[in-house]
């Protein structure tokens, strides 16, 4: 099976700007989570999306939002970059979601100038 | 919130000696998950303990879960550079998973 592929690898934006980032499971994963990974703070997580709805949320402000589509893809949105979002972002996916086992994309590298 | 603290953040050992990481959580867990991310790579899911005073072995890596199930350890035997690379522990209370800050290991040869 393929892996999770996250696109796009690279975006540079600038402060103001939104971004949109795209992943996409496993096949036959449905539950597809986000994370964001800074040097200082590790792994935190923002969200997770199964059978197109968000179960769960992490402690991150509404400009980032996601969405989830019939075909288990997940996107993730952020509004009115700020430079403190720059990061790597890790979208990850498995079947039912919770505490199982994630499987990691490769990221995308986001910097805010 | 429920946290999952790790420690050291850091650790830099010649080839072949022993290794460490510790993962402590406030709180009991349903299970606690261990992912390893190479340099410039994403976290690989390693194993998954599940039950009071688990040991589970994969070669040179031990992994233990506590009796309360409220810590755990990764312990490498006879570190080689292939093992360089960041140790996340991963805590569930029952919902979500919560994943410590890792622990960055250097081996020099």
């Known amino acids: 099976k393929a892996g999770v592929t996250q696109t796009p690898r690279y975006l540079i934006k600038t402060r103001g700007q939104q971004v949109t980032l795209s992943c996409s499971p496993i096949s036959g994963h449905r539950s597809v989570s986000w994370y964001q990974q800074t040097p200082g703070q590790g792994l935190q997580f923002l969200f997770e999306?199964?059978?197109?709805?968000?179960?769960n949320k992490g402690n991150f402000p509404g400009r980032f939002s996601g969405r989830q589509f019939s075909n288990s893809r997940s996107e993730m949105n952020v509004s009115t970059l700020e430079l403190g979002d720059s990061a790597l972002y890790l979208c990850?996916?498995?079947?039912?979601?919770?505490?199982?086992?994630?499987?990691f994309g490769p990221g995308t590298r986001l910097t805010v100038l | 919130g429920q946290q999952v603290m790790q420690i050291p953040q850091y650790q830099h050992v010649q080839e072949g000696e022993d290794f460490t990481t510790y993962c402590n959580s406030s709180t009991t867990l349903s299970n606690i998950q261990w992912y390893k991310q190479r340099p410039g790579g994403h976290p690989v899911f390693l194993i998954q303990?599940?039950?009071?005073?688990e040991v589970k072995k994969q070669k040179r890596l031990t992994f233990q879960f506590g009796e309360a199930k409220k810590n755990s350890s990764l312990h490498i035997t006879a570190t080689q550079t292939t093992d360089v690379g960041t140790y996340f522990c991963?805590?569930?209370?029952?919902?979500?998973?919560?994943f410590g800050k890792g622990t960055s290991l250097l081996v020099t040869p």
């Open positions: 999306y199964f059978s197109e709805t968000q179960r």
């Open positions: 991963a805590g569930s209370p029952g919902y979500a998973l919560n």
């Open positions: 990850a996916s498995n079947y039912g979601g919770g505490t199982d086992t994630q499987y």
């Open positions: 303990l599940v039950k009071s005073g």
